[in-house]
């Protein structure tokens, strides 16, 4: 028989330390991964910048400024003959416009017709005025129709019509001094017309025909 083999032990390898490898019979936990702190995050409003000024040219300052419209020319229609057929001669002329100036009086409406004697606005007419006999007298409104009604009632005058800025320019007139002889008979059913029965119907601040 083979004698046993003796044994020898060597000494044992020196043991890891304690931290390098786990110990028997003790649980074994894995640490989760550390947390990185979360990034801190400012939120800032949005700075809103004031309204750029914006140059204007002159074109454009001046579209800011409120329109001024001008005043436009009014135009003015007229009837002419001379003033003993407008003031001493006619038959119902007085009485028209003595009507047509109470009517507007009842319904408050502002006054649109004229007598003038001696208008200074037929110096525009050189063709009319030369076929008058002076004084002259005229019948002036603004109403076109009423003007075409009278033209048809006194049949023997002369009709036109102009512009003018203003009615004191429309209806300025030279002063004249008025003289009508009486007739030495007066055959008409109707009195005749008292001397100065016109200027009611003569512009403000007016008398005889004089401005």
């Known amino acids: 028989m083979v004698d046993p083999a003796t044994l020898s032990l060597r000494p044992c390898a020196t043991l890891a330390p304690s931290w390098a490898a786990p110990l028997r019979g003790s649980a074994w936990f ?6 990185q702190p979360p990034l801190a995050v400012s939120y800032q409003p949005r700075r809103r910048l004031p309204p750029r000024a914006v140059a204007l040219d002159s074109d454009q300052k001046g579209s800011q400024e ?7 020319p009014k135009r003015y229609c007229f009837l002419v003959a001379n003033a003993k057929f407008m003031l001493d001669e006619e038959e119902h002329f007085q009485e028209q416009l003595a009507e047509k100036l109470r009517n507007y009086g009842e319904h408050d409406k502002e006054r649109d017709f004229w007598l003038v004697v001696e208008p200074k606005f037929l110096d525009r007419f050189p063709n009319i005025t030369k076929r008058l006999n ?30 003018a800025e203003t009615l004191e320019e429309a209806l300025s007139s030279n002063p004249v001094d008025l003289k ?23 512009p403000a601040k007016s008398s005889n025909g004089t401005a």
């Open 30 to 35: 894995a640490l989760p991964p550390l947390a």
């Open 66 to 72: 409120p329109l001024v419209q001008e005043a436009k």
């Open 134 to 163: 002076r004084p002259a007298a005229a019948l002036v409104s603004t109403d076109v129709n009423w003007i075409t009604f009278m033209k048809l009632r006194l049949d023997r005058v002369l009709a036109d019509q102009f512009e």
């Open 180 to 202: 009508f002889e009486k007739p030495e008979k007066w055959t008409a059913p109707y009195p005749k017309y008292e001397y100065g029965w016109w200027e009611p119907f003569l």
